[in-house]
Nanobody
């Protein structure tokens, strides 16, 4: 299974970005997906996750009400819509696919929030 993130970049505070995670090698249907982030000098932290069907989502308190995770299984793609971005959202964002003991990571995409 391969995961490729895209959509990162430089944005001003208050701006928006939409990250995409395209999965290949196997159907996305089998996997719950999470978005994680890691800022310089900090541990990787969970941001949002979505169930296999998309019927259940969870968010870190720090992003609730600002970020939305969604998935399109037909396109093998998961999205993270990020609104009202803050400088503290600056990090490398990774997507993760999990099914049982199987766990896969993408290479990450940089998000920088700065004026």
């Amino acid at each position: 299974l391969q995961l490729v993130e895209s959509g990162g970049g430089l944005v001003q505070p208050g701006g928006s970005l939409r990250l995409s995670c395209v999965v290949s090698g196997e159907s996305l249907d089998y996997y719950a997906i999470g978005w994680f982030r890691q800022a310089p000098g900090k541990e990787r932290e969970g941001v949002a996750c979505i169930s296999r069907s998309g019927g259940s989502t969870n968010y870190a308190d720090s992003v609730k009400g600002r970020f939305t995770i969604s998935r399109d299984n037909a396109k093998n793609t998961v999205y993270l819509q990020m609104n009202s971005l803050k400088p503290e959202d600056t990090a490398v964002y990774y997507c993760n696919a999990a099914a049982g003991q199987d766990n896969y990571w993408g290479q990450g995409t940089q998000v920088t929030v700065s004026s």
